[in-house]
């Protein structure tokens, strides 16, 4: 079933199916309802999380941000450890569609790694509140309390000009979320820091990061003979 909303007739389709419509309308409405609730308390707990951190979020906090009654969010969620859990998800899930989204993967894999590394920039520039949870979750022992390691899924639709890369021999043959997790440390850290202590880096530093990065997860010449089993070369 679909709906209007961005006109004044959808709008009154909506009211009418509420109060008249058929039990699947009904059941549609309930439905865009509470998604829309959970993402409510979502972006309001990415924003306090961003603010003052994973210690600093409460459920009264969080229904006061999100205008989501108290008694109702428990309806969604049994503790404050799914709530993290559903949040942590939440946030993982939009950083992967914005990276992966329309991107050409039929380029050179070096173009491939430079595109991923300014859609990162543009990410910590546009949503840095996201950015900070991510970097929140990962340097937190709440992330192995809530059994966030297959989190790293998310992250599949990216892997795919890893895999090429290897194949090709142009990439070093260990796991793709550890390649893309060691190509993005300098970055993040570099974007943490503009964030959070206020150092911002000059233009040139972002190409001279990407560099490092680029020859930290790809094979060079001398090193031909370890990756493909033999000893490195001198």
Request: charged letters at 25%; one cysteine or more.
């Amino acid at each position: 079933i679909g709906y209007n909303f961005s006109s004044g007739q959808g709008i009154a389709a909506h009211v009418r199916a509420a109060v008249t419509g058929t039990a699947a309308e009904k059941d549609f409405i309930m439905r865009r309802q509470s998604e829309d609730k959970k993402k409510a308390i979502f972006e309001a707990a990415i924003a306090l999380i961003a603010d003052g951190g994973l210690a600093g979020i409460s459920m009264s906090k969080l229904a006061k941000k999100s205008g989501v009654p108290q008694a109702t969010m428990y309806v969604y969620f049994s503790s404050k450890e799914q709530l993290l859990r559903e949040v942590y998800e939440y946030t993982e899930k939009f950083i992967c569609h914005y990276l992966a989204e329309g991107f050409d993967m039929d380029q050179p894999v070096k173009e491939c790694f430079r595109e991923y590394y300014r859609r990162l920039i543009k990410l910590g520039q546009e949503h840095s509140d996201k950015f900070l949870v991510h970097e929140q979750f990962l340097a937190s022992m709440q992330s192995q309390q809530l059994a966030l390691e297959q989190v790293y899924v998310f992250y599949e639709p990216l892997y795919e000009f890893i895999y090429r890369g290897q194949k090709e021999g142009i990439i070093k043959p260990v796991a793709p979320i550890a390649i893309l997790s060691y190509f993005s440390m300098p970055l993040t850290g570099l974007l943490f820091g503009d964030m959070i202590w206020g150092n911002h880096p000059q233009p040139d530093w972002y190409e001279a990061f990407f560099r490092m990065s680029w020859d930290a997860v790809s094979i060079s010449q001398n090193e031909d003979g370890f990756w493909s089993g033999g000893k490195e070369k001198e």
